[in-house]
């Protein structure tokens, strides 16, 4: 029984095809992992996968519910997280309370209730702080405990992320490009930090340019290009898998610089996997 | 328990409190009370218009509009039907809430200068209406209204407004900090900062925008209904365009997000024009000075930016400490 079923999943922006046609599954309790050449469409269906875009065509199923063209705090509600490439954080918060929005589900909160501030609410609201600080401490903030969330550095405010979608408590994480921005060590880190999300039962789906830490971490890979399904198997056979390689290779001949270190990690790890 | 009270919030209380308790003290006369009813009616529209346009980011440029109608409803009601003045007013505020609900759902799917516009042409057509209504508002004449009384209790003069009003206050400033601090004035902040992460949590935007939308609206109608019976007369001139502009310019001087900041605001725009009440011609001129000194130099308003460099003082001082230890 799969966590998440996507059946003939399609994007139209105009005239031009996001993603198109595309069906997998994925299994509960992997780290499944989302690579492609820039523009392949794997942010646009990170974008899907949560109801930020509705799909023009197919079917988005989480367990047995079927979430397709339902907004994206009903994803939220049947436990699918996520981060941003491009840091969504609340900037006019500290970095607890974007954590504590993060428990926003799991707070009975009536408006009277609020208004009033009733006894049973203070009691929750220190609850909830507990619990944000827990988080916060669990991805490795806990210097930021009484940080604004503007005076963070870039690495902190991308656990910050992490630690506010896992207070949602969710079934599925996904992660866009966690390891954008990062220097070395910070990105060595992550691959600890995905390793223990999966021992806590959440399931990950990493969108990822950094291929030392896609190789190391995932279970299953989905190769995208031009929107579509190039390839997808276990971690193990789309690296050793002829088209992946040429897609990467491939797109050496538009001499795009930004390209140039990507490709090489591809190399590197095709040698590595032939020697 | 020391570090409880110097709290923002149980503090800022406490300070509210002690002023509208020890305010009496400088108040020479009916006039400056007066003055303090006007300030206090005008920051209870700001603290629930700040929920709005500081919190959750939504501006509204029609807020007289439901000021206006609070006065009206409850003027109509009490004065030419006769209802008791409590029941008027609670029937007018349910009325005001239920607009504000019907309304704001189509007109809050807009953003940032679309929606300043379509409050703005809400307000003009509230303005409209009751202008034009004579038959029920006296039109431009305005219309007079009975005293509120509860039972037989009546409410009439300043000295006794003043400590309604001023404890009515203290509940506007006590219900709004209690909101802000709860899970649902978390969403409404967090959906200010960046719409898509509060939704991606499970907040619905929409649902967030519109409930902070029908508090702000109830906030200025119940003061609309006061001010209403307390001044015995209403005019459109508090349901005009310039009105709304007063209320915006009181909450973006004292400090968006920042309830106190909204009370300051009120206090110090109420009086500014009642100290130049020889220049009541320029009035308006005055607000717009106003406006542009702060948006140049206190982008972030009075209250927040004296609090920022309190907290500056303070840290640089525990710095001086620690070098000296």
Redesign the interface.
Known sequence: MSLLRVEGLGKKFGGVNAVEDLSFEIPPGEVYSIIGPNGAGKTSLLNLL???YKPSSGRIMLQEHDLTGH???A???QGI??T?QNL??????SAL??V??????H?R?G?M?????LPR?ARA?RA?REEAAELMRYVGLQAYLSSAADAMPYGALKRLEIA??L??RPKLMLLDEPAAGLNPTEALELDDLIGRLTERGVTVVLVEHNMRLVMGVSDHILVLDYGRKLAEGPAQEVRNNPKVIEAYLGSAVSSETSYREEIAQVVAVAVEMHR | MLAHLASPRTGGLLALAAVIALLPLVLRNSYFYDVAVLVGLNAIVCIGLNLLIGYAGQISLGHAGFFGLGAYGSAILASRYGWPPLAALLATTFAVALLAFIVGRPILRLRGHYLAMATLGLGVIIFMVISTEDKFTGGPDGISVVPFRIGGFVLQGERIWYWVVGALLLVAVW?AL??I???????L??L???E??????????AEHKL?VFVISAVFASVAGSLGAHYSGFVTPAKVAFLHSIELVTMVVFGGL?STFGAVVGAAVLTTLPQLLATFEDYEMMVFGAVMIGTMIFLPRGVVPSLARLFRSHRSADADNKANKA
């Open positions: 949560t109801g930020v907004p994206p705090y994803y939220a509600r997280a996520r941003f969504q954080v609340f900037f006019n918060m309370e974007n504590m929005v993060g428990r926003y589900m707070e909160c408006l209730s609020a208004l009033l501030r609410q609201d909830c506010r979608a207070a949602t | 219900l209690n909101l601090e709860s899970p649902t004035g978390r969403a902040r967090a200010h900062s960046s898509v992460g509060a939704e991606v949590v499970g907040i619905n935007a409930m997000a």
